[in-house]
């Protein structure tokens, strides 16, 4: 289920931001076992809904 959620996110993104985050993710995760560091914790992820369709959403308002 929770890959599903992953990769259903990932499938409307256009900006590619959904995929930078995870790829930054990782890549702090493979930094911290590199160093020795069995445990890791993640403080915070940012809310991206709606960071695809910003253009459009910005059009209708332009409009009405």
């Not at 493979?30 to 991206?48: K, M, N, S, W």
């Amino acid at each position: 289920m929770r890959g599903d959620r992953s990769r259903h996110a990932a499938e409307g993104a256009g900006t590619g931001y959904y995929e930078r985050l995870i790829s930054c993710i990782e890549g702090h995760v493979e930094a911290a076992r590199a160093a020795g560091h069995t445990e890791i914790q993640v403080a915070g992820i940012p809310f991206l809904q709606g960071e695809n369709d910003y253009d459009r959403a910005h059009l209708v308002k332009t409009i009405w």
